[in-house]
C-alpha cells in the first residue's frame, strides 16, 4: 500500500492519467502522474502547524477549503473520510469539522479516453446556524514550472471608460517580485523558491488557468459569473508561491449557507504533453518555452 505524508493511498488510474487520494483522511488527493510516468506533478509537503483542533498537516496535493482564510477556522485538520465507488471514479465524503460543522466531498470523474478528470465539490452545513462562505479548491505543484493566468481583454464597456480587470495583492506580496511577469494578455508566474511568498488573485471571465512545467502542461477549467460576488475583493482565481509549491486556486461565489443546505464548485483537469495547444496562442508558446 502506498503512502502519503504518513497516510494510506488508493488509485485511479485510466491509462492515460493516474492519481492516488488519501483513504483515511481528508478529502485529499496526494499524487498525480500523466500516462505511464513515474512523476508526480503534485507537491509534497510534509509541514505542519499547531491549531486548537490538532495539527493541521498542509501535506501536499489538491486540498478543499472555503474562504474567507482565517486561523485557525481554515486550519481544521483533514477529516476521516468515507469512500463510494463510481462507475467512472469515486466519491470522498469526510465527517463535518469540528467548530465550523461543515461536511466536505469530493466527487471524482474519469474521463474514458483522455487524461482529464471532473472534481465536483460539495460543502454541505451540517450546523444550526446559517454561514456566508465560498468553495475554494487549491491544488499544490512541485516548482519549477510556470503560472498561466490569462487577462481580461477588450473593453468592459462601449466607450472603453471602465475598467476591465484588478490584480488584487496580498501583504507580503511584492510588487517587483522578480517570478512576476505581467503582460496584457496573461500574468505568468514563475515557480521558483524564494520568500517572502507571493500571492496574486483576479476575477478571471476566462474559466481556465495553466500550469507549465516541461514537458507537460496542466489545465484547470471551471465556471465563472461575472454578476456573483466573490472573496478577496472579487477574486475567482488566486495562485500562492512560496519556497517549498506553488498554487493554483478557483474559487466560488460568495453564498449564504443556511443549515442543511448546500454548495457545489466543479473544477475540469486536463493533461497535456507539450505546449502546443489549441488552448495558449502562439506566441504565448514561444514565450514559454524561453523561461
Not at 498525480?32 to 501535506?59: C, R
Not at 446559517?130 to 481583454?153: D, H, N, S
Not at 510588487?175 to 494578455?185: C, G, I, K, T
Amino acid at each position: 500500500m502506498n503512502q502519503f505524508c504518513g497516510h494510506p493511498t488508493g488509485v485511479l488510474d485510466n491509462g492515460l492519467l493516474r492519481l492516488e487520494y488519501l483513504t483515511d483522511v481528508g478529502p485529499r488527493l496526494a499524487r498525480l502522474y500523466i500516462g505511464k510516468s513515474d512523476f508526480n506533478l503534485l507537491a509534497e509537503v510534509p509541514a505542519e502547524v499547531e491549531t486548537p483542533y490538532g495539527k493541521f498537516q498542509f501535506m501536499g496535493g489538491h486540498r478543499f477549503w472555503h474562504s474567507p482564510e482565517a486561523m485557525p477556522r481554515t486550519y481544521i485538520p483533514d477529516q476521516r473520510v468515507t469512500i463510494e465507488t463510481l462507475p467512472d471514479g469515486l466519491r470522498l465524503c469526510a465527517a463535518a469539522e469540528p467548530h465550523t460543522g461543515m461536511t466536505k466531498t469530493i466527487e471524482l470523474h474519469l474521463a474514458p479516453d483522455r487524461a482529464a478528470l471532473t472534481l465536483r465539490h460539495e460543502l454541505c452545513n451540517a450546523s444550526p446556524w446559517a454561514v456566508e462562505l465560498a468553495p475554494w479548491c487549491l491544488t499544490m505543484f512541485k516548482q519549477a514550472g510556470v503560472v498561466i493566468l490569462p487577462q481580461p481583454v477588450g473593453n468592459a464597456d462601449a466607450a472603453g471608460l471602465l475598467a476591465n480587470r484588478q490584480l488584487v495583492l496580498w501583504p507580503y506580496t511584492r510588487v517587483r517580485d522578480a517570478r512576476l511577469l505581467l503582460d496584457d494578455d496573461f500574468i505568468l508566474l514563475k515557480a521558483t523558491p524564494a520568500l517572502p511568498p507571493c500571492k496574486i488573485g483576479y476575477f478571471n471571465p476566462h474559466g481556465w488557468i495553466g500550469y507549465w512545467l516541461e514537458p507537460t502542461l496542466f489545465v484547470k477549467r471551471y465556471d465563472t459569473d461575472r454578476k456573483e460576488a466573490y472573496p478577496d475583493s472579487g477574486c475567482n482565481t488566486e495562485t500562492y508561491c512560496n519556497n517549498y509549491f506553488v498554487e493554483l486556486e478557483t474559487l466560488g461565489p460568495l453564498t449564504r449557507l443556511g443549515a442543511g443546505e448546500k454548495v457545489v464548485h466543479e473544477e475540469r483537469w486536463e493533461l497535456y504533453d507539450g505546449l502546443d495547444q489549441p488552448i495558449l496562442p502562439e506566441s504565448l508558446q514561444k514565450r514559454l518555452a524561453q523561461l
